[in-house]
């Protein structure tokens, strides 16, 4: 679904910047924008890494604000900026029973171990890699039930969590999961304790993507994905009742909605 905002914005008649927005302005929306080559970008007064064409990324999490300040430095030292509205969403609640005791209530060396295990998916979320593939066409990795959405609060054997951030597609174990756009790999891990086999695709500029639970990870840091490629396999691995596909995606340190970049799901 893609979503169209041309933005002229201009202090005087003799100077008009066109600011280009593509995306859903929402929460969990991923926005692509265009400004004049060479121009500096800001969002909330932060920086923003922008391509020598003008083009750059920002995205708003589940809980994003209801406005958010987007400013544009031009080449000529001129400033322009825009407020942006961000329209709120509405949550699902959902519980999960099942969840394996030692899962809820783990040791303090495998508490060790997830702390050691989140710091390489930090690691690996904050490589700004100058690849342009977040401008491009999203395809879903694998087709299926849909049984997880993005955003929703579950409650794990009655104790509430934190919100689930990605969207869940069922399949049996051994399901060839592919890229959902072209990157590269940044993190590949078998089996990682909360989350099972996980691999993470840097699709440039802050955005990648997130798969989880996986029985089996095949491809491998460094290595550079097309759309078809099988990269994974379906797995029940790490906080998982079943097996299934978890796939999230983040700009920087935004967890963004992988169901606003893709075609509905096949029925």
Known sequence: MRYFLILCLAYLPSALVALELTGPLQQGGLVIGRVEAGSRVFLDRQPVKVSEQGV????????????????VEK????????????????????????????????????????????????????????????????????????????????????????????????APTGTPV????????TLAHQDMFFSGGTIIIDHGYGVSSTMIHLSKVIAKVGDEVAPGDIVAEVGAGGRATGPHLDWRMNWMKQRIDPQLLVPPMPQ
């Open 178 to 185: 592919s890229t959902p756009a072209p990157g590269v790999v």
């Open 56 to 71: 750059f990324a920002i995205g708003f999490g589940r809980d994003a604000k209801a406005a958010a300040q987007l400013t």
């Open 75 to 170: 080449t000529n030292g001129e400033t322009v900026s825009q407020k942006l509205t961000i329209a709120a969403r509405d949550y699902k609640i959902q519980r999960v029973e099942g969840i394996a005791k030692k899962i809820m209530s783990p040791s303090a060396a495998n508490i060790k171990r997830s702390r050691e295990e989140a710091a390489q998916v930090r690691a690996a979320r904050a490589q700004l890699i100058d690849r342009m593939d977040f401008a491009g066409e999203f395809q879903w990795p694998l087709l299926g039930p849909i049984t997880g959405i993005y955003g929703s609060q579950r409650f794990y054997n009655g104790e509430p969590n934190r919100p689930h951030y990605g969207i869940d597609v069922a």
